[in-house]
């Protein structure tokens, strides 16, 4: 199975702040990564996906880059609704594989 | 409204058996591949099993083979999941999926999830 490794596991921030999270793969996945947010008690909803489209409705300052094993997701001025959790998720192949997650706590 | 309710949930014993339901409404269910993916207590997300539009196609969590089955009843727009042989480790809240992709996953509508216990 590909392993998917966040980093960093968690990181506090500030409003404002410009956050990034990567995500790396065990093996190349092309493009095939998603971008996943959670919330305490509530279900993940999808970010982005294709390592770097933007799910219609998600605010731009989340974006995505990356392709083959190294892969990105950034914020680019933090508000006070990103609080969250974030997963990656390769569908390159099975089992699909989340990363472990990146909780983002308010500094 | 689009929409995925599960159902089915609750305490149960080791070696035991559930079936969790997930109701889908807004949306021609048929043409969608379904997923489960369930959450351990204070831990990440796991996928568990997808099931193509028409349940051709079938894939599932190295772990849960044997003791997992997914099905679909698209006349009743509803995916299901039986889970055999409970162990402890598949205590977790169980989340229904909407995969919109075609090329790519598309998680796009997710259940509010069921809870399943195992515990003697």
């Known amino acids: 199975a590909i392993q998917m490794t966040q980093s960093p596991s968690s990181l506090s921030a500030s409003v404002g702040d410009r956050v990034t999270i990567t995500c790396r793969a065990s093996q190349g996945i092309r493009n095939d990564l998603g971008w996943y947010q959670q919330k305490p008690g509530k279900a993940p909803k999808l970010l982005i996906f294709a390592a770097s489209s933007l799910k219609s409705g998600v605010p731009s300052r989340f974006s995505g880059s990356g392709s083959g094993t190294d892969f990105t997701l950034t914020i680019s001025s933090l508000q006070p609704e990103d609080f969250a959790t974030y997963y990656c998720l390769q569908d390159y192949n099975y089992p699909r594989t989340f990363g472990q997650g990146t909780k983002v706590e308010i500094k | 409204e689009v929409q995925l309710v599960e159902s089915g949930g609750g305490l149960v014993q080791p070696g035991g058996s559930l079936r969790l339901s997930c109701a889908a409404s807004g949306f021609t269910f048929s043409s969608y591949w379904m997923m489960w993916v369930r959450q351990a207590p204070g831990q990440g997300l796991e996928w568990v099993a997808n099931?193509?539009?028409?349940?051709?196609?079938?894939y599932y969590l190295d772990s849960v083979k044997g003791r997992f089955t997914i099905s679909r009843d698209d006349a009743k727009n509803s995916l299901y999941l039986q889970i055999d042989s409970l162990r402890v480790e598949d205590t977790a809240v169980y989340y229904c999926?909407?995969?919109?992709?075609?090329?790519?996953?598309?998680?796009?509508?997710w259940g509010q999830g069921t809870m399943v216990t195992v515990s003697s």
């Open positions: 999926v909407r995969d919109s992709g075609s090329q790519y996953d598309v998680l796009d509508i």
């Open positions: 099931i193509k539009e028409d349940g051709s196609l079938k």
